[in-house]
């Protein structure tokens, strides 16, 4: 359904580092700097089908963060979802909601964590549990 997710940020030096490191849990190589036709500087990370970018606002308006948004990531257990949580973290993202952990709800039993990356936009690590 989807081809890409992009989010603002107003420091792409940060962004990189940040999105590296957590990114860099899920198995994502390092972000490639790319400079868009109208000059802004942007990040691209490709993995697994996907592709993640980070720019400056082409707009030339400061980048927020979306309310009430959320990008999840998949990951492939419970201990990547605390990793990405503790990396996310130890590069500049703040922890939101409940610690990391298993909640179950009406989509089945998951392992779920949130942070807001440095510039506060609100990320997920999604783990599901199978069911028997």
Do not use: W
């Amino acid at each position: 359904m989807f081809n890409h997710i992009m989010v603002g940020s107003n420091d792409i030096e940060r962004s990189k580092h940040f999105y590296d490191a957590v990114l860099g849990v899920l198995g994502a190589p390092a972000g490639f700097a790319n400079q868009a036709p109208s000059g802004h500087q942007r990040v691209f990370y490709r993995h697994a089908g996907g592709s993640f970018g980070v720019s400056q606002p082409i707009n030339g308006e400061p980048a927020s963060h979306a309310n009430g948004g959320t990008i999840g990531f998949k990951c492939e257990s419970p201990e990547q979802v605390k990793t990405f949580h503790d990396v996310a973290v130890a590069h500049g993202g703040t922890s939101i909601e409940a610690p990391p952990g298993l909640r179950e709800g009406a989509l089945g039993a998951m392992h779920l964590a949130y942070v807001r990356d440095p510039d506060g936009n609100k990320l997920c690590a999604v783990y599901r549990v199978p069911k028997d």
